[in-house]
């Protein structure tokens, strides 16, 4: 049996006195693509961030290759981490946001090689053979030297995965990552990603695109009010949904 790649049990987090995460369990195993699929202000980014340790947990656990993500358990007790700990047990993490934020002033080349570089120590040989590799993955061979001032948003997009993928991350969250393109760039981000999704990878995707989730989900996971209401495959969730909730937010995509 191997293990979950990302187990998230009784996950809640409140902002003040609002509740946004409720109990939030999920397991991903290894090479595994899920989709979240919820409306606005369901939770979906809070529980990426919980996941990324960007946020920290009211209560409830999530381990990343079976450590968990803010805490050390010794003696049977949780302890703080270190902000350094954190850092290091972060770098198993790849996140990809709606906005790309790629460094202007590096070359699609030099963003991908940096962390690598600075978090990793790799060589800067070794990381540009790679950084070449996977530009090459995400469709954008020959584009080392291009600035993101001279790629398209699905391009940028594009740098920002393979940016990601750079650290060999053991997991790889995507929030939203086509929301900010122009559709007509759209397609050519999720092909990468369902390039990736085959090839493979252990991914949750938030998205809004139906039908990548139908396409390159292993699982849909339909949250609202920061609960999971159901998830199954992408016909049990999406052609054939047991609870209400989930009729009437897919009811919007037809
Ligand atoms: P989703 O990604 O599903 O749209 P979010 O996780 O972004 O939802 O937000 C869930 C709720 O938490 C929203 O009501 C949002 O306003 C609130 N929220 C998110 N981040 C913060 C924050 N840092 N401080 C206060 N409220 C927040
Ligand atoms: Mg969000």
Redesign the pocket.
Known sequence: MSTAVLQARGVRKS??H?E?LSGIDLDVTPGETVVVL????????????CINLL?SLDAGRITVDGRDVGYDVRNGRLHELSPNEIARRRRDIGMVFQQFNLFPHMTALENIVEAPIAVLGEGRREATARAVELLAEVGLAGREKAYPRQLSGGQQQRVAIARALAMRPKLMLF??PTSALDPELVGEVLATMKRLASAGLTMVV?THEISFAREAADRVVF?DA?QVVEQGTPEQVIDNPQHERTRAFLSRFL
Do not use: A, C, I
Request: without cysteine.
């Open positions: 902002f003040g609002t946004v919820g409306p606005s202000g369901s939770g979906k980014s809070t529980f990426l961030r946020e929030d939203e938030v949250m920061g």
